[in-house]
């Protein structure tokens, strides 16, 4: 029901934005909570930033937050990651993940997941 895009590989330094577009109802869509999480080659599973079912509050992991912007669009059923001053670090594939409570960080209480973008930043 998620699909994510826009990863790609980027100079440290530079920006991407990843979407996720949700083939859910309108209904369903503003019911989820929505996430994004990453995984680095040889790594576990983390979170990165997650935003509320209206959009007024979002999350973020320390190691994104003043870097990455979670934002969504309840109109187009979308959730939006900016991704700024990115440094190699955050080279991982990024999943966006919804559930039907409020926002976490912890991936086993998410209920759906995207099919991951990957996301490579050179040095």
């Known amino acids: 029901q998620l699909q994510a895009s826009g990863g790609g590989l980027v100079q440290a330094g530079g920006s991407l934005r990843l979407a996720c577009a949700a083939a859910?109802?309108?209904?369903?869509?503003?019911?989820?909570?929505l996430a994004w999480f990453r995984q680095a080659p040889g790594k576990e599973r983390e979170f990165v930033a997650a935003?509320?079912?209206?959009?007024?509050?979002?999350y973020y992991a320390t190691s994104v937050k003043g870097r990455f912007i979670i934002s969504r669009d309840n109109a187009k059923n979308m959730v939006y990651l900016q991704m700024n001053s990115l440094k190699p670090e955050d080279t991982a594939v990024y999943y966006c993940?919804?559930?039907?409570?409020?926002?976490?960080?912890?991936?086993?209480?998410?209920?759906?997941w995207g099919q991951g973008t990957k996301v490579t930043v050179s040095s």
């Open positions: 859910a109802s309108g209904v369903t869509f503003t019911s989820w909570t």
């Open positions: 935003v509320s079912r209206g959009g007024r509050s979002t």
């Open positions: 993940a919804s559930r039907y409570s409020g926002t976490s960080d912890y991936d086993q209480l998410y209920d759906y």
